[in-house]
């Protein structure tokens, strides 16, 4: 959701609501920092454990911040009420480094405003249903989706060993002519899922750089290719599966979703696989690169294989 605009959000309610939909699902024991550029656009959203410590958040964030041109902050702590003076401790730090324009502390279903000697109605707490805003149901309708946890998010590219074994065997038995990459992404892109002999010819074509290359200028963010990645991650053998992950991350990342990007290329970095592809959607990711900088498709004249160079 790095497209939101935060001087559309009409109140605290959707600020808070639309920051699962930034970070991808709903969390707990945590701050989320919302980076702000100015005219008040979102750069990106951060989300750190709430006992991080601050002089590892400050030097994490830093270089974000001159990145990103940031100009303000947005500060959201998600705990007990107890954690309310170890917020406003990471809170006071980080607004000498920018203005904290809006601080706020959910906890036991509700919001409190943490602004010093604040006298809203949300100093004293508001009810708070995140999944009941407005803002959350405008996502829900333009197909955004905010997880239950970090956890539920995480395992969307968990391997799984039956489907990894039937797709094993599939590919022993791959017939001479096998459909390309382009065929097997329109039939996903037709809400089909792939079979164990589909899955098996996209493990083999994405092995040939061509085919790869091509497979990467067709994705973007749309919620089919995500779909399609993150399956063949979980499906294909780990032998095969770096080049299908790296597409997963750079799909998660067009769509706004470093946690989702990072655990793809988490996966691939498990199989001690990683190629040139994955190591520039770790760079992407690391620094908190905005989608919206890089045009997709590439202009005319430019080719993923000036990208890639060799590999």
């Known amino acids: 959701m790095t497209e939101s605009d935060a001087t559309q959000l009409r109140s605290a309610a959707d600020l808070l609501g639309m920051v699962p939909y930034v970070i991808g699902f709903h969390p707990t024991d945590s701050v989320v920092l919302l980076l702000l550029r100015p005219g008040h656009q979102l750069a990106c959203g951060l989300r750190l454990d709430l006992d991080a410590p601050v002089e590892a958040i400050v030097a994490g964030l830093t270089p974000v ?6 100009t303000g902050l947005v500060v959201i702590g998600y705990g007990p009420l107890s954690a309310r003076d170890t917020l ?13 324009i809006a601080r706020f502390l959910l906890a036991d279903g509700r919001y409190y405003c943490l602004r010093d000697a604040c006298r809203c109605t949300a100093a004293g707490g508001v009810r708070f249903d995140p999944r009941a805003t ?22 969307l590219v968990d391997p799984d060993p039956v489907a990894q074994q039937q797709v094993r065997e599939a590919m022993d038995r791959l017939p001479a002519r096998m459909p390309n990459t382009s065929e097997l992404m329109a039939a996903a892109r037709q809400g089909v899922r792939l079979d164990d002999q589909q899955m098996a010819a996209l493990a083999v ?19 089919w290719q995500q779909d399609l990645w993150l399956d063949a991650t979980r499906r294909i053998p780990d032998s095969h599966v770096a080049r299908p992950a790296a597409l997963a991350a750079w799909c998660a990342w067009r769509r706004g979703n470093e946690v989702l990007a990072r ?47 060799q590999d």
């Open 65 to 70: 911040i001159e990145r990103q041109h940031v």
């Open 88 to 100: 406003r401790h990471v809170i006071d730090t980080l607004d000498t480094i920018r203005p904290v």
């Open 134 to 155: 407005t803002v959350a149901a405008a996502a829900t309708v333009q197909g955004k989706v905010a997880w239950r946890s970090r956890a539920d998010l995480v395992a």
């Open 205 to 223: 074509t994405l092995h040939d750089r061509t085919a790869r290359d091509l497979a990467w200028e067709s994705t973007d963010d749309h919620m």
């Open 263 to 309: 655990a793809a290329l988490q996966r691939i970095a498990s199989t001690g696989r990683l190629d040139l592809l994955a190591s520039i959607v770790f760079a992407l990711v690391d620094n908190h690169t905005d989608p919206r900088s890089l045009p997709w498709p590439l202009p005319a004249g430019i080719t993923v294989a000036d990208l890639l160079q």
